[in-house]
């Protein structure tokens, strides 16, 4: 069955480390994947889209890769602020049905002082 | 301001009486749709719209109507409320119809169904 994986845990890190959170798909064939941002009581907000042929793509101190052949997407954020704490949610076109996004169920990010 | 409006924000409702979720947009975007986000499920598509009267559902349709007279406007009915419906409400909107758009989100309406 087709399935997207992000780590359900929290990740926790300090201010000025490099987080990085994981995508994992199964069973689907994304020729792009989104992310985006959601914090407590709002809607999720657009950071980043990346094609299967661009392998990586930047954005300030966002930075997203795209495996196609590993089936995963990776989300950088370098130089890491209290501030980037929130819920971080991978988004791929599904294989049926026209501009369907299927989202996963996030990571949340705790970034400490 | 470009926005996704959703009202109301929050709702406390009784089995079987109907209600009405707004939501609207300014960005006179083409695609509507509507999400459902429950605690450890993500967010599931209910239905989507591809343009004025144009509108098909998602992956968990059941329960919900929607109707698209109007660009801009994307309400989602629910015709008999049940408590499993209980949950955080979306609507979303986007330029044009690739899967490469962008999705603009509404601040969410909070639903509980007694």
């Known amino acids: 069955s087709q399935k997207i994986e992000q780590n359900s845990e929290a990740l926790n890190i300090q201010e000025g480390k490099t987080a990085t959170l994981t995508c994992n798909y199964t069973?689907?064939?994304?020729?792009?994947l989104q992310w985006y941002r959601q914090d407590p009581g709002r809607g999720p907000v657009f950071l980043l889209l990346?094609?299967?042929?661009?392998k990586e793509k930047r954005k300030e101190r966002l930075k997203v890769t795209f495996d196609t052949t590993l089936k995963q997407s990776l989300f950088h954020i370098t130089a890491s602020q209290p501030a980037d704490s929130a819920t971080y949610l991978c988004a791929l076109q599904g294989n049926t049905g026209f501009q369907k996004l299927v989202f996963g169920t996030g990571t949340r990010l705790l970034v400490s002082p | 301001e470009a926005q996704v409006t959703q009202n109301p924000r929050y709702l406390i409702t009784v089995t079987g009486k109907k209600l009405t979720v707004t939501c609207s947009q300014n960005?006179?975007?083409?695609?509507m749709s509507w999400y459902r986000q429950d605690p450890g499920l993500g967010l599931r598509q209910i239905y989507y719209s591809m343009n004025v009267e144009v509108t098909d559902k998602g992956d968990v349709p059941e329960g919900y109507k929607v109707s698209r007279k109007e660009k801009r406007n994307f309400p989602l009915i629910l015709e008999s409320p049940s408590p499993n419906q209980t949950s955080l409400y979306f609507c979303a909107s986007s330029l044009g119809r690739g899967p490469y758009q962008p999705q603009h989100f509404g601040d969410g309406t909070r639903l509980s169904i007694l």
């Open positions: 069973n689907y064939s994304p020729a792009y």
């Open positions: 990346i094609r299967e042929n661009e």
């Open positions: 960005m006179n975007h083409e695609y």
